[in-house]
């Protein structure tokens, strides 16, 4: 099993960035897929949930409106794109595969930097 994110880097305040977390080694179609972040000295935060099949998506209401969540299952891939990046946004973002009767995966992470 395993889940790889890529896209993550050092972004102005504004600016925008999408990241992209591929799954190989377990039935993605089959899992809710979600993205985390943390920032230094704080605690993991859910940022977005995308069920399996993607109709239903959630968001933590620090990103309402600038984050986007999708998924294609026939590549084995989930999307985070961010828009109207802010300094606080700062953190290392991490993809999650979720399945209640199964358990979850992780991924090792990516950093996203918003600074001038």
């Known amino acids: 099993v395993q889940l790889v994110e890529s896209g993550g880097g050092l972004v102005q305040p504004g600016g925008s960035l999408r990241l992209s977390c591929v799954a190989s080694?377990?039935?993605?179609?089959?899992?809710?897929m979600r993205w985390y972040r943390q920032a230094p000295g704080k605690e993991r935060e859910l940022v977005a949930h995308i069920s399996s099949t993607g109709v239903s998506t959630n968001y933590a209401d620090s990103v309402k409106g600038r984050f986007t969540i999708s998924r294609d299952n026939a590549k084995n891939l989930v999307y985070l794109q961010m828009k109207s990046l802010k300094p606080e946004d700062t953190a290392v973002y991490f993809c999650?595969?979720?399945?209640?009767?199964?358990?979850?995966?992780w991924g090792q992470g990516t950093q996203v930097t918003v600074s001038s």
């Open positions: 999650n595969a979720v399945n209640l009767r199964v358990g979850s995966y």
């Open positions: 080694g377990f039935t993605f179609s089959s899992y809710g």
